[in-house]
């Protein structure tokens, strides 16, 4: 059992940076991927990146490319997301998620039932 838990949220303006962690816990972190999601308010919830269980591999949604970073640390059990330019449709609860199912190719990473573990969510507020 992976116990997740996100922090780093908060409110910002529009432009400035902000990073996320999610730290695991309860299990091998370095056989899990992991993955981010949000759900702005009143809306459903979407897929933002992933990492591999290895770390070497990332991936992003279009939303967020060339903006958002994710990085993994094993030794610390916590999975970084960097976020940049930031703009108001940002704005969201965002969950990290663990998964240790197979992966047969990149896009399952967007599903949610890839994911076998989720945490609470932090909030990020964005102000234009």
């Known amino acids: 059992q992976v116990q997740l838990v996100e922090s780093g949220g908060g409110q910002v303006q529009a432009g400035d940076s902000l990073r996320l962690s999610c730290a695991a816990s309860?299990?091998?972190?370095?056989?899990?991927?992991v993955g981010w999601f949000r759900q702005p308010p009143g809306k459903e919830r979407e897929y933002i990146a992933a990492?591999?269980?290895?770390?070497?591999?990332?991936h992003y949604a279009d939303s967020v490319k060339d903006r958002f970073t994710l990085s993994r640390d094993d030794a610390k059990n916590t999975v970084y997301l960097q976020m940049t330019s930031l703009k108001s449709e940002d704005t969201a609860v965002y969950s990290c998620?663990?998964?240790?199912?197979?992966?047969?190719?990149?896009?399952?990473?967007?599903?949610?039932?890839?994911?076998?573990?989720w945490g609470q969510g932090t909030q990020v507020t964005v102000s234009s």
């Open positions: 998620a663990a998964g240790t199912g197979p992966v047969y190719s990149s896009g399952q990473y967007s599903w949610p039932e890839t994911y076998d573990y």
């Open positions: 309860g299990g091998a972190f370095s056989t899990v991927y």
């Open positions: 990492v591999s269980r290895s770390g070497g591999n990332r």
